[in-house]
């Protein structure tokens, strides 16, 4: 009776795993690998390797090409070139709430809503420049005003162990918000490749 549980269970993860078999990029071959690890592992009923399963793809959800930053991003593109402000617009003003940490007549840093690290602060200049790729020869200045403001907030965080600095461009950079923005994120080991 056994034997039979282990060859129908053998035959649902075989069809199961023909569902992987397609893996559109390098990440999906991170939740395939998984799925894999899993199905070799698996001791026990159909029903806990299912649920085992939808874990594992649930812990790599953000890895797939189609997460929510990627989905924004790709909302965000369409929407470029449209006069309305930016939410970053918004926070310049101070027609909305934003926690900023450093503010001067060029810039101003403030912490991300949604943090992807225990430290996770904005880098924003005051003139809305659309993305990095867009910058001219005169805003150097301003870019290199941007980088220093960035290290010395990172200083002010505490954040002596290094951080990494992240500038997001276009659709393919995942950029969701079209005005130029320095994220600067620290206070635990970064992985690599980061995207």
Known sequence: MRLDKMNALRRSLGAQQAAFT??????ENITRASFVILRTQLIGTRAAHLNRLQRVCRAQRPLCTKSNEVRLAEEASKKYGSPAPTIFSKVIDKSIPADIIYEDE????????SPQAPVHFLVI???PIPRISEVK???AELLG???VVAKNV???????????VVIDDGKHGAQSVYHLHVHVLGGRQMSWPPG
């Open 154 to 164: 990172a200083k002010q965080e505490s954040l002596d162990e290094g951080y990494r």
């Open 145 to 147: 005003h941007l980088l």
């Open 137 to 139: 020869d005169d805003d």
């Open 106 to 113: 060029k810039c101003l840093a403030f912490r991300d809503v």
């Open 22 to 27: 397609r893996p559109q990029t390098d990440r």
């Open 125 to 127: 200049p005051r003139v």
